[in-house]
C-alpha cells in the first residue's frame, strides 16, 4: 500500500494506511462505489467521465506501453467490493504491471 494524495477531483474515502512506498505511478484508476444503487464507476487518471471496465486494461496498456517501468495506482473508496479491485491487479498480473493500492495516512 501507499500513503497517496489523491490526483483528481473525484471524491474517494480512502482506507487508512501507515505503509508508504517510493513508487511513482503515472496511471491511476479510480474506483467510486454507489452503495445505495449498488454499483461502482471507473476513471483513469481523475478523468470524471467515468470508463467501463472493458476500457481500462487497454487504456492502461496504451499509458504505459512506454514506460520502463510501468506501474499503475489504484484508488478505491473504502466500500469497494473486494473483488473490483482485485479484478485491476489482475489487470497488472496479465500485462506484468507494478501495482499501488492508494490510502490515506493513518
Same mark, same amino acid.
Given at each position: 500500500t501507499s500513503t497517496l494524495v489523491n490526483p483528481n477531483a473525484l471524491k474517494l474515502l480512502l482506507p487508512k494506511s501507515t505503509g508508504q512506498v517510493a513508487?511513482?505511478?503515472t496511471?491511476?484508476?479510480s474506483i467510486k462505489h454507489y452503495p445505495? &444503487? /449498488?454499483r461502482v464507476t471507473y476513471h483513469i487518471n481523475g478523468n470524471q467521465k467515468p470508463v467501463a471496465f472493458g476500457e481500462i486494461e487497454p487504456?492502461?496498456?496504451d499509458l504505459l506501453q512506454? &514506460? /520502463?517501468d510501468p506501474t499503475f495506482s489504484i484508488?478505491?473508496?473504502e466500500t469497494v467490493p473486494v473483488k473490483e479491485v482485485v479484478a485491476l491487479m489482475n489487470i497488472a498480473k496479465r500485462n506484468h504491471y507494478k501495482v499501488i493500492m492508494a490510502t490515506s495516512p493513518e
Open positions: 513508487a511513482k505511478a496511471v491511476s484508476v445505495a &444503487e /449498488d487504456a492502461i496498456r512506454f &514506460e /520502463d484508488y478505491a473508496d
